[in-house]
């Protein structure tokens, strides 16, 4: 079974900062995608961005992007120019294209602080 | 406004009795989900369902029950035989083939006691 590993439970970033959150996690396939969600102190999960294993470039989403390294099994997500608004806890989650279902398997998250 | 709804927001009941979390969506998504989310940890998986009438477990379906009769809504039971039923539920939709880029609703905090 896939799993997914957030080894930074909590982060704190200035205002205006460049934070990247870690993820790495297993799998024995070669085709999948990789996801970013969001949770605000409001608990709504929200997806920030997306990754094909297939495609070789990285994701953007404005001021989120991220570093796929297919072969090291790392997808981290940047956040440039931290607002106060991405305070939240960031999840990171892996998709087989192969297991029927196509379930998400969700890391167990990181609580991102923007400090004023 | 398209969305998901879940009701109630907040939720208590004792112990031994049986539950049921409400989730509508107005998105028209095939598929929906229910998750639960326990502090310290991520998202677990309970059920899921790709079609109406059909739904399969999830990775932590004992103790709960789902239906889908229509396909705004997929209601989730917590029955007595759940033996930690005090969590935070979420409920999410998607669109086939888009199986991972889930819409989710508010959540339902549960507190049995």
């Known amino acids: 079974a896939q799993t997914v590993t957030q080894s930074q439970p909590e982060m704190s970033v200035q205002e205006a900062e460049t934070v990247t959150l870690s993820c790495t996690y297993d799998?024995?396939?070669?085709?999948?995608?990789l996801f970013w969600y969001k949770q605000p102190p409001s608990r709504q999960m929200i997806l920030v961005i997306r990754?094909?294993?297939?495609?070789?470039q990285n994701a953007t989403e404005n001021r989120f992007s991220v570093n796929f390294q297919k072969a090291a099994k790392s997808f981290s997500l940047k956040i440039s120019d931290s607002q106060l608004g991405d305070t939240a806890m960031y999840f990171c989650a892996f998709m087989s294209t192969m297991e029927y279902g196509n379930k998400l398997v969700f890391g167990a998250g990181t609580i991102l602080r923007v400090k004023s | 406004d398209g969305g998901i709804t879940q009701s109630p927001k907040y939720l208590f009941r004792k112990e031994g009795q049986n539950v049921t979390l409400s989730c509508e969506q107005n998105l028209n998504h095939d598929a929906m989900y229910w998750y639960r989310q326990d502090p310290g940890q991520g998202l677990r998986l309970i059920y899921y369902s790709q079609i109406v009438n059909d739904f399969q477990k999830g990775d932590i379906a004992e103790g709960y029950s789902v239906s889908r009769e229509k396909k705004e809504s997929f209601p989730l039971t917590v029955t007595s035989a759940q033996k930690n039923p005090t969590a935070f539920y979420l409920c999410?939709?998607?669109?086939?083939?888009?199986?991972?880029?889930?819409?989710f609703g508010p959540g339902t905090r549960l507190t049995v006691t």
């Open positions: 999410a939709s998607s669109l086939a083939d888009r199986w991972g880029e889930q819409y």
């Open positions: 990754q094909e294993a297939y495609k070789q």
């Open positions: 799998t024995s396939e070669n085709n999948y995608y």
